[in-house]
C-alpha cells in the first residue's frame, strides 16, 4: 500500500510564538507546571501494552549474545556493531564488505509481508490495551514519510518500503479499539556527540561527516519538528521519548515541547508521556516512569505511575544470535506482568518483527499464550490498584500477589498453594467472605480464625485447571472489609 501524500507541514514557529501561546495555556514550560499535571486514567487502567522494535537494524538483525544487561541489544547494530571497530571487522565486513554503510540496509529494509492488520488482531488476541512503535530509533530513519528537511531521503516513504508505516498501523490498531503510541529518539547517532565513546560520536567519522545535522539546527529542524509533526499527523495517545541521555532536557526543549502538546495538541486530554526528556528527567520530570530490564528499579514505585518495558528476549530488535534458551517462557511473562500490576506498574512488552514485516512465531505464541490467561483473569489485571499488605510481604522466594478493584480483592499465585494460606491484610467479619478461582466453577473453601481470612485451595483435576501459567483467587468484597487498609 503506498503511503499518502501529505502537504508540507510547518513547524510552529520558534520559542518565542510556543511562549505567547503559552502564556494564554494551562501549562507553563516549567517542571513545577508540567508536573501538575495528571497522568491519564485509560494509562493506569490498561496495564499492558506491546512495544515495537522494527526499523532499518531488522535487516541485519544481529549483535552477539552477552550476559551484560542492556548489551544484546540488537537495534543497537548501527552503534555497536557497525560502530565497533572489531565487531564491524568480525561480523560486518565479513558478511556485507568493507565499504558497506549502515545506510545500506535502508532499500533492504523493505516491509513486503508487513500486514498491519493482521498485527492489530495478534494485539487483540493478546489482551493488550495500547500498542508503542518505533517511529524513529537512534539511527535517525523514520517510519512515515516525514517533511523535516534533513530527513527527505531517510524515511520509510522514500527510503525501503515506500509506505506511511506509522499511518497504516495506527489505523489498524484503532480499528481494533487499542491506544496507539509512539515511541521517538531524541538523539541520532549521525549527530549527538556523547562522552560514552573514544570517538566523541557513535558511528566511524566518515558517517558524522556525510551526514551530520548541524547542532544550531538539530532541534529545531528535526527533533522539535518531527516530534510536532507526530502529533498533528497521527495524534498519538501516547509519546515514549527515549535517547535523551546525552544532553539536559534544556537543550531538547523539552518543556517548551510538552508545555505545546498539553495545552495544544488535538488529543491534549488523551495523550500520556513518559520522563525521558532530558539526562535530568528520569523519575524525576514528565508523565510516567519507567524501568527498562528491571522492573525492580527503586526510582520507581507503586505511588507513581510506572512503566517496565522489556523484549520476550533479551533484545527489543529481532536478534538472529538469540535461541529458544534466551527466551522467557509464557509462564514467565505472565509471572512478570502479576508483579509488575501488583506494584502499580504497566508492563510494555515488546516484540522485534523481521524486515519484512512478518512477527517471528515465538513471539507470536508467546503473545497469544497471555492473551489466553487474560481473557480468563484480566479482571484483576485491568483496572486494579495495589494492595499495600500484600506489597508488604517477604519477597523471599514469593508466589502470591495482590490487586484490588472496587471491593473487590484479588490474590494471583504463580505456583498452585500446597497448603492453605492466609490472605494479607484482610481482617474478616465472623461470616468469611465468598472466595472463588477465577476460570473454575469448583468451589473454594474459605475460613476466618484469629482475625486471618485463610483459604484452603480446591482440589482440581487436570481439565478443572482454568491455566497453567498462573492462579487467581477473587474475595469478593475482600477489599472493603475491616482493617483491610490499603
Do not use: C
Not at 558524522?208 to 538539530?218: G, N, S, T
Not at 512478570?336 to 501488583?342: A, G
Not at 498452585?416 to 494479607?424: H, I, Q, Y
Amino acid at each position: 500500500m503506498p503511503f499518502i501524500h501529505y502537504a508540507p507541514w510547518l513547524l510552529l514557529a520558534g520559542i518565542t510564538a510556543a511562549t505567547q501561546a503559552q502564556a494564554q495555556s494551562t501549562y507553563q514550560p516549567t517542571w513545577a507546571s508540567l508536573d501538575q499535571r495528571p497522568v491519564p486514567q485509560w494509562f493506569t487502567d490498561a496495564k499492558f501494552g506491546i512495544f515495537i522494535h522494527w526499523g532499518v537494524y531488522s535487516v541485519p538483525a544481529y549483535r552477539p549474545v552477552s550476559p551484560r544487561p542492556y548489551e544484546t541489544y540488537a537495534e543497537w547494530y548501527g552503534a555497536d556493531v557497525y560502530g565497533n571497530a572489531a565487531l564491524r571487522e568480525s561480523f560486518h565486513n565479513k558478511n556485507y564488505g568493507p565499504t558497506f554503510t549502515y545506510r545500506d540496509f535502508g532499500p533492504l529494509f523493505r516491509a513486503e509481508l508487513f500486514d498491519p492488520a493482521r498485527w492489530a488482531d495478534l494485539f487483540v488476541r493478546a489482551g493488550a490495551r495500547y500498542v508503542v512503535l518505533t517511529s524513529k530509533h537512534h539511527d535517525g530513519y523514520s517510519l512515515w514519510p516525514t517533511t523535516a528537511p534533513y530527513k527527505q531521503q531517510w524515511n520509510s516513504g522514500a527510503v525501503g518500503p515506500k509506505r506511511d508505516l506509522v499511518g497504516e498501523l495506527t489505523q489498524a490498531v484503532r480499528a481494533r479499539g487499542l491506544k496507539m503510541g509512539l515511541y521517538y529518539s531524541l538523539m541520532e547517532w549521525e549527530s549527538t556527540p556523547t562522552t560514552s565513546r573514544p570517538g566523541g560520536y557513535y558511528l566511524p567519522p566518515a558517517d558524522i561527516a556525510k551526514y551530520q545535522i548541524p547542532d544550531a539546527q538539530y532541534v529545531d529542524q528535526n527533533s522539535l519538528w518531527q516530534l510536532k509533526e507526530l502529533v498533528t499527523r497521527y495524534q498519538p495517545a501516547l509519546l515514549f521519548a527515549d535517547g535523551e541521555w546525552d544532553r539536559p532536557a534544556k537543550y531538547w526543549k523539552s518543556r517548551e515541547f510538552l508545555a505545546w502538546l498539553y495545552n495544544n495538541a488535538p488529543n491534549k486530554t488523551e495523550v500520556v508521556v513518559n520522563d525521558r526528556w532530558g539526562r535530568d528527567t528520569r523519575s524525576q520530570h514528565g508523565g510516567y516512569y519507567t524501568s527498562e530490564y528491571a522492573s525492580d528499579n527503586d526510582k520507581v514505585g507503586a505511588h507513581h505511575p510506572w512503566e517496565e518495558s522489556r523484549g520476550m528476549g533479551q533484545s527489543y530488535g529481532f536478534n538472529r544470535a538469540e535461541n529458544i534458551d534466551d527466551y522467557l517462557s509464557s509462564a514467565q511473562l505472565v509471572h512478570q506482568l502479576i508483579d509488575i500490576v501488583s506494584r502499580g506498574g504497566n508492563l510494555l512488552l515488546n516484540i522485534g518483527p523481521a524486515a519484512d514485516g512478518t512477527i517471528p512465531v515465538l513471539m507470536q505464541e508467546r503473545l497469544v499464550d497471555i492473551g489466553k490467561w487474560l481473557a480468563i483473569n484480566g479482571e484483576s489485571i485491568y483496572g486494579t490498584t495495589i494492595w499495600e499488605p500484600g506489597i508488604a510481604q517477604d519477597e523471599k522466594n514469593k508466589t502470591l500477589y495482590y490487586t484490588a478493584k472496587g471491593n473487590d480483592l484479588y490474590v494471583l499465585a504463580t505456583a498452585w498453594p500446597a497448603a492453605p494460606f492466609v490472605v494479607a491484610g484482610v481482617r474478616p467479619t465472623r461470616k468469611p467472605p465468598q472466595v472463588t478461582l477465577l476460570g473454575s466453577p469448583v468451589p473454594v473453601k474459605a475460613t476466618t480464625k484469629g482475625n486471618q481470612l485463610t483459604i484452603q485451595p480446591p482440589t482440581l483435576s487436570p481439565a478443572q485447571i482454568p491455566s497453567p501459567l498462573a492462579y487467581v483467587f477473587k474475595i469478593s468484597g475482600g477489599a472493603a472489609l475491616p482493617a483491610a487498609g490499603r
